[in-house]
């Protein structure tokens, strides 16, 4: 049976489906208009996201029913223009739950004058079959000793939730990071991109500084330098530390000559000097696009040491499948560069061999003055996907992963692109 009351975070992420049970996309949030005079807002309609990430409005009187697990349109065929949101609207999960607000319910005293956070808001239908937000279910700051208790009110007895209030800062974002859980950093970098600035950044803040690095590595270039500019600087540096020494080198790379210097000072030296290293050379030549902590080994390393080296879950695939050998120091600029070992030979030898008497000598090593087109040849030649940089005393300067190629051969707008097209929907 049809629901005409639901709360909206049940909504999030439930399948839409056509009258004849196609597939249309996912829910990702709820439209409203928020009125200045705490009267019940209307429900405009919901934001659903295609399989090809595009995120379209769908009215609801598009909609027919909600059930668990699925709700269904009256139609198949929808607007497939890009959501955008207009003036007097609110985003129910992105910008009204979380926020601190004030209850005024005679049936709860203890609430008087006690700042409270909204954690999900009940939406019903009415005789005209319009949806209202009705109810407002709000949570407490957590007693000692007690736990944070849910209450349900009316949305009039609730201040705090005007489109001038809502836009103010320190708003919290527990419900909207619980969406972020177990998603990969460039679905979640995607999230954040279609989020109103102001939440955006006060997601940024809150999320610790390897998640928010590896995060903003998947931001097209012009979002990476406009979130690093809303940070506090002492983060932003923290935030520069914690990203891959090539990505960081790239957004530095797009501020000018002074910010750039003032946000190197602040990082700790041994995360800015590779970063200062690589920003020498041309973004679009192997010296630019390698990473300078790839796996360097000496030759009387083990097997079974160069595999657990390979091991390393914070390894790209592609830096994980090769090993440099060299003469010591083992970080970049290291020692003599001797060659090279795939990680498939290594797991088809003894794990107590050394990697000094299966090395690879014939592999010819990049120059950093390489360009893009160079690179593209030389890792489609050798069938690699991770190729060695050397400097002209032959010292390993660091790698060039595909996934570095590839960022460079892409259209800029690439990370923009909403169209999947051959990949099947998660």
């Known amino acids: ?8 975070a049940r909504l999030a992420g439930l399948a839409v489906l056509g009258p004849d049970g196609e597939s249309i996309g996912r829910i990702r949030d709820v439209v409203v208009a928020v009125r200045y005079d705490r009267q019940h807002p209307r429900v405009h309609g919901l934001v659903v996201e295609l399989p090809t990430r595009r995120r379209i409005f769908v009215p609801m009187l598009r909609v027919t029913s909600m059930e668990p697990g699925m709700v269904t349109l009256n139609t198949g065929t929808v607007s497939l223009r890009r959501f955008q949101q207009r003036p007097g609207e609110m985003l129910a999960l992105a910008q009204i739950v979380d926020s601190k607000v004030r209850v005024a319910d005679p049936e709860l005293p203890d609430l008087s004058g006690v700042d409270v956070f909204v954690i999900d808001l009940g939406i019903e239908q009415i005789r005209t079959r319009d949806w209202h937000v009705t109810r407002v279910a709000v949570r407490g700051h957590r007693r000692i000793g007690r736990r944070r208790e849910v209450h349900v009110v009316d949305w009039k007895q609730v201040t705090g939730l005007t489109p001038y209030e809502l836009g103010r800062p320190g708003q919290d974002v527990t419900r909207l990071l619980g969406q972020f859980e177990g998603l990969r950093a460039a679905d979640v970098a995607h999230m954040l991109r279609e989020l109103p600035e102001k939440r955006r950044v006060e997601v940024a803040e809150a999320l610790d500084d390897e998640r928010l690095a590896d995060v903003v590595q998947e931001l097209p270039d012009d979002d990476q330098v406009d979130l690093l500019g809303h940070l506090e600087v002492r983060r932003a ?8 020494p090539d990505d960081a080198a790239d957004l530095l790379g797009e501020l000018p000559t002074g910010e750039r210097e003032s946000l190197l000072a602040l990082m700790d030296p041994e995360e800015s000097e590779p970063v200062r290293r690589l920003l020498q050379h041309s ?3 192997a010296g630019g696009m390698m990473t300078p902590r790839p796996i360097a080994v000496t030759a009387s390393t083990t097997v ?3 595999l657990a080296r390979v091991r390393n879950p914070d390894l790209t695939p592609a830096l994980a499948s090769i090993v440099f050998v060299v003469r010591p120091p083992t970080a970049t600029p290291t020692g003599r560069y001797l060659g090279c070992v795939h990680t498939q030979q290594l797991l088809r030898e003894p794990p107590a061999h050394l990697v000094g008497g299966i090395v690879d000598t014939d592999l010819a090593p990049l120059r950093p003055d390489a360009t893009l087109g160079a690179v593209t040849r030389y890792l489609a030649t050798y ?3 991770c190729g060695p940089v050397v400097d002209g005393e032959n010292h390993l300067l660091g790698a060039v992963s595909v996934d570095d190629v590839l960022d460079h051969l892409l259209p800029e707008d690439w990370r923009e692109t909403e169209q999947r097209e051959g990949v099947a929907a998660p």
């Open 283 to 285: 973004p679009d030549t």
């Open 237 to 244: 540096a923290d935030l520069l530390e914690a990203m891959d």
């Open 304 to 306: 079974a040491e160069a």
């Open 383 to 385: 069938n690699l996907v």
């Open 1 to 8: 049976m049809a629901a005409t009351r639901v709360y909206i």
